[in-house]
């Protein structure tokens, strides 16, 4: 399992981005937002990043998708920052909710996506969330990811040593799910009871760490991107459209994956 650094009170912050003036604003308002929020560090570029990183232990990291050596140099760095720092959770700003950059920013292996265009105090909420090990994104970002999953060519689901951790039947039944299956339609469709569907699943949120549908599709997305996950994650989903946890059934039969 994914180990969180932070189970509650002061959330230490490191802020990246691209204009160095808007780093300081962002890292003063961070200080002064009388949140449990403790900045230990900023940076412009890539290098920076890591090396801030490196030097001041976090328990999350806002790292912009544009930094001072490129447009959408953040991406990379996040790679680069989940493999060398695995406790860090980490939020991922954009300018703007744009399809491409969502899906780009969980692929890479953000924990949190947060758009310039909401209020400040939602991101304090996000730090604290993501901090506490949930995954933040608005209702509507899930949507572009499960889509995304959707449409993704088929891979293997890997441990971190390359061994595959599901069977062939257990990487369909993750398909299925991910396309917003019933239980009844997988059961229907693969010839199968929907009691044996719900061991089946039972299985596979054991194996993979996961405990809903939602959790299951976000792991699968991640598997299938442009970066290596090293631990299957203990996930839970926050919507910050409307500040709730998503209360899908941890049982395996569960609702669709977005309603």
């Not at 937002?33 to 570029?45: L, P, R």
């Not at 572009?144 to 069977?167: D, M, R, V």
């Not at 009844?184 to 993979?208: A, G, M, W």
């Amino acid at each position: 399992m994914k180990k969180v650094s932070n189970s509650g009170g002061l959330i230490k912050v490191f802020f990246a981005d691209a204009n160095g003036m808007g780093c300081q604003l962002m890292v003063r308002a961070l200080e002064q937002s009388g949140q449990e929020i403790k900045v230990v560090g900023s940076a412009t570029d890539s290098v920076g990043v890591l090396k801030g990183l490196s030097e001041n232990p976090s328990d999350v990291a806002i790292i912009s998708a544009d930094l001072r050596d490129g447009p959408v140099a953040g991406f990379r760095v996040v790679r680069q920052a989940r493999v060398s720092f695995p406790l860090i959770r980490i939020i991922v700003l954009i300018d703007s909710p744009e399809r491409a950059m969502i899906v780009e920013g969980f692929r890479a292996g953000a924990d949190g996506i947060f758009s310039r265009d909401e209020p400040f105090e939602m991101l304090c909420k996000c730090i604290h969330a993501v901090g506490r090990g949930q995954v933040w994104a608005r209702s509507e970002y899930l949507r572009f990811i499960i889509e995304a999953l959707a449409k993704a060519e088929p891979q293997p689901i890997k441990s971190a040593s390359g061994a595959a951790l599901l069977t062939k039947r257990e990487e369909e039944l993750v398909r299925l799910v991910a396309e917003g299956l019933t239980n009844r339609d997988i059961s229907r469709q693969l010839s199968l009871s929907e009691h044996t569907v719900r061991n089946y699943l039972f299985r596979i949120f054991n194996k993979l760490g996961t405990s809903n549908r939602l959790e299951l599709a976000l792991y699968a997305i991640k598997q299938r991107g442009a970066f290596h996950v090293l631990d299957p994650p203990s996930l839970k989903v926050v919507s910050n459209s409307n500040e709730l946890v998503q209360k899908q059934s941890n049982s395996p039969e569960g609702p669709p994956l977005i309603g």
